[in-house]
């Protein structure tokens, strides 16, 4: 009798700090956050400029705590030139949900050299997924120009200092 009161102690040694510490972390998971471009005014119709609403996600994903995903829906056409994603952020990690398409403005909208449509920088814990698109337009450039026309440097995504 006493070799199991004695068994059962040190059982129960052994399992109680394990369940004490499953307890406490049970509270401590990361908060996950969602940050769809559409409820921030986009239209996603393929003309109109979508950058005041897409920097609106993005700054609210960036200044959240735990982990956030900026949602660019799919069906929808985004129009965008100049989009600057800064860091640091407070999130953890940002997670951009590419899963409509983005595309560059018309030819005679561009008037920098050095343009480009998306520029992230300073960004820690990065991930950029989905089925979308990022089309530069790029063929409207060869199919008008010339060697007389100049083309911008144009840049669809350029990524700096980001891990």
């Given at each position: 009798?006493?070799?199991?009161?004695i068994s059962s102690i040190l059982i129960l040694s052994f399992v109680s700090p394990c369940l004490?510490?499953?307890?406490?972390?049970?509270?401590?998971?990361?908060k996950e956050s969602t940050y769809n471009v559409l409820d921030y005014g986009a239209n996603g119709d393929g003309?109109?400029?979508?950058?005041?609403?897409?920097?609106?996600?993005?700054n609210d994903a960036c200044g959240t705590e735990g982990n956030a995903t900026l949602v660019i829906?799919?069906?929808?056409?985004?129009?965008?030139?100049n989009l600057q994603l800064n860091g640091p952020c407070k999130a953890n990690s940002i997670?951009?949900?590419?899963?409509?398409?983005?595309?560059?403005?018309?030819?005679?909208?561009?008037s920098d050299e050095n343009s480009r449509l998306?520029?992230?920088?300073?960004?820690n814990s990065l991930r950029i997924?989905?089925?979308?698109?990022?089309?530069?337009?790029?063929?409207?450039?060869?199919?008008?120009?010339n060697k007389e026309c100049k083309r911008p440097g144009v840049r669809s995504?350029?990524?700096?200092?980001?891990t």
């Open positions: 009798m006493q070799g199991g009161l004490c510490f499953t307890r406490l972390n049970f509270g401590l998971e990361t003309k109109s400029d979508n950058e005041n609403a897409f920097l609106s996600a993005w829906p799919k069906g929808k056409v985004f129009m965008l030139k997670h951009i949900q590419l899963s409509g398409d983005i595309v560059a403005p018309t030819m005679d909208k561009w998306i520029i992230i920088s300073n960004v997924d989905g089925g979308g698109n990022i089309d530069g337009k790029g063929n409207t450039w060869w199919e008008t120009c995504l350029y990524i700096n200092n980001t």
